[in-house]
């Protein structure tokens, strides 16, 4: 679940990125089988990079071993990254017809 978790920022960044591209250039809609597949390839490299080598274990004990404002702070700025991520998603999507205009 959590690599499921770590690659929708990701994506909804990826999204976002592509949608105001697609109005600059007229660059074609994306399919579902399309969005379907970078989802899988996200999970892919997500799965190859942390957890084939226990390479997560590294992460959490550094987390753990670090000191109590650190952690806060962390939490706050993925908090923060995750939230604007979600409101430039939604954002994009609602005003992605007037973005030529706007930039």
């Known amino acids: 679940m959590t690599v499921f978790m770590m690659i929708l920022p990701i994506g909804a960044n990826i999204s976002a990125i592509y949608l105001i591209l ?5 660059l074609p809609e994306l399919t579902s089988f399309f969005m379907g597949g970078l989802a899988l390839a996200l999970v892919t ?11 997560y ?6 987390i753990e071993s ?5 952690q806060k702070k962390w939490k706050t700025i993925m908090i923060l990254y995750f939230l604007l ?19």
């Open 57 to 62: 274990k590294l992460i959490v004990e550094e």
């Open 45 to 55: 490299l997500n799965y190859l990079i942390f957890w084939r080598k226990d390479c």
């Open 22 to 26: 697609e109005k600059m250039f007229s």
């Open 66 to 70: 670090s000191s109590e404002n650190s």
């Open 85 to 103: 991520t979600t409101i430039l998603f939604f954002a994009i999507a609602y005003l992605k017809d007037f973005i030529p205009f706007i930039i």
